[in-house]
């Protein structure tokens, strides 16, 4: 799955709804016909069943399908939540509790954290931080040969997607001082959406407080230090490595189609050299560093974030003389960029209450338990890792938990490690970032570079998800030995 639930697909319009989609009239109508057809067969489903029911996964599968064929999730939650609602036979009273239970969800947590995240970066932008940080990346690497200058790109990128969280929203913030660079040293468009998506990729497996890595980490009960340790630390160091020569097979591969800028398409951009306040940028870095050794050495859990998220953002304005309305108006302001994404977890907290209760898992493994318990555990991990990996798009947090509510006592009783588990759960998160279709991330990333070319971002994709999965199996193979 791609970022973190994330609203990157939709960074360029400012729209409260970060699942926002368009539909041709066609494509609405049978999205709402198979959506009628679902709780239709809710109702029935109500009536004949009773207790453990496969029944219980036709709320999962509906979601999966109407948010597939590109209903907007949240609606597509919603009707998931509604059939399930149906078939669990549930009481207005009993509603108002689900509702009320799943505010305190774990799922829901992540989602405010998620949430709070897009407030520390209204800050950043705001501030400046965030220009501060990619100006001195490229400052650094971007004298010194154009395969450093790709190298710091890639560096500047994953430095901001960390520290936010999102990909293509930290991206929009770094492509207007990026795009100028790469133009003027004659990368084309593709290259230069290569550059973005490499290291933002890298970025978000390094992210400390992204939704699905802080569900990743809750699930395998390490810290942030064994999350880097066995998942987004390999994955990191191996897109820095590929990053390069498959930038220089894309310059290589589209300097003879014309893709280049016009000056109209970069003239318009910020300068490179644009910078924000040093003790602002130096107070948010070093306050950073300081919460990731925190929640590494305290093994912090999933609340963690609720209080580094905020108190990095008041320090990050407070250096730069912020006055304290302007940074809850601004906190105020990022948050409310991405609501739909709270009320989308706090929906998927509801729906898997509802699945707990139907237990269509429990009926799947009876049937099929067998065959599962009797796997060695590095089989045990790759089905469990190809199976997320064709997940919903959209909400990877909740993807994590719930891969781990239904496989992770079963892995833990054959004996998978916590380490191989990070692996699986990040495989089943991400994997689909990189291919082998297209996604949110990757259409987000291609307009902030200006490209069209969807057919060599998937080149790209697939160019780091081959190497990835090889050393991702390596390392399974190896773990569960």
Not at 4 to 14: L, N
Not at 96 to 103: A, E, I, P
Not at 152 to 169: E, K, N, Y
Not at 261 to 271: I, K, L, N, W
Request: charged share 10%; net charge neutral.
């Amino acid at each position: 799955m791609s970022n973190e639930a994330t609203p990157d697909a939709t960074v360029q319009k400012k729209s409260s709804n970060a699942y926002e989609t368009v539909l041709t009239p066609g494509r609405s109508r049978l999205i709402w016909i198979l959506a009628t057809v679902g709780v239709g067969l809710a109702v029935v489903a109500a009536f004949i069943s009773d207790g453990p029911t496969l029944w219980g996964l036709l709320p999962i599968v509906l979601y999966a399908v109407l948010a597939i064929l590109g209903m907007d999730i949240v609606v597509a939650t919603v009707v998931a939540v509604v059939s399930g609602i149906i078939i669990a036979k549930m009481g207005a009273i009993e509603i108002g509790t689900l509702l009320g239970d799943s505010l305190a969800d774990q799922i829901t947590i992540i989602g405010l954290i998620i949430m709070l995240g897009a407030g520390v970066g209204e800050i950043l932008k705001v501030t400046g931080v965030a220009q501060s940080i990619v100006s001195t990346v490229m400052h650094v690497f971007g004298r010194s040969g154009k395969n450093m200058m790709v190298f710091g790109v890639m560096i500047s990128c994953l430095i901001l997607v960390a520290a936010l969280g999102t990909l293509a929203g930290a991206i929009a913030i770094a492509a207007p001082i990026l795009l100028p660079i790469t133009a003027r040293l004659g990368y084309t468009k593709s290259a230069t959406a290569s550059m973005l998506f490499i290291g933002g990729c890298a970025g978000l497996a390094l992210a400390p407080f992204a939704g699905s890595n802080v569900a990743i980490m809750e699930a395998a009960d390490v810290n942030y230090a064994q999350y880097v340790l066995y998942g987004g630390g390999p994955i990191a160091l191996l897109s820095l490595i590929v990053g390069v020569p498959v930038v220089a097979f894309m310059q290589r591969w589209t300097a003879k189609k014309d893709d280049f800028y016009s000056t109209e398409e970069v003239g318009d951009a910020r300068s490179a050299e644009a910078s924000g306040s040093r003790l602002s940028t130096f107070v948010f870095l070093g306050m950073l560093a300081v919460s990731v050794v925190f929640a590494a050495v305290t093994s912090a859990g999933t609340t963690f974030p609720l209080l580094a998220l905020p108190v990095l953002g008041v320090a990050t304005a407070i250096a730069s003389r912020m006055r304290a309305q302007d940074i809850v108006s601004m906190i105020y302001r990022g948050c409310s960029q991405v609501v739909s994404i709270f009320i989308l977890f706090w929906l998927l907290a509801a729906l898997f209450i509802i699945i707990d209760m139907l237990a269509p898992f429990d009926v799947v493994m009876d049937l099929f338990g067998a065959q599962l318990e009797s796997a060695s555990p590095l089989v045990f991990t790759i089905i469990i890792a190809l199976l997320g990996w064709v997940g919903v798009p959209g909400a990877t947090a909740a993807q994590v938990v719930l891969l781990d509510k239904v496989f992770g006592d079963l892995g833990a009783a054959l004996g998978v490690s916590a380490g191989s588990w990070v692996i699986v759960l990040l495989f089943a998160s991400k994997a689909d970032t990189y291919g082998p279709f297209p996604n949110g991330n990757m259409v987000g990333v291609m307009g902030l570079a200006r490209s069209t070319n969807l057919r060599n971002m998937l080149i790209t994709g697939w160019m780091l998800l081959v190497p990835a999965c090889i050393m991702y199996f390596l390392f399974l193979f190896f773990e569960t030995r």
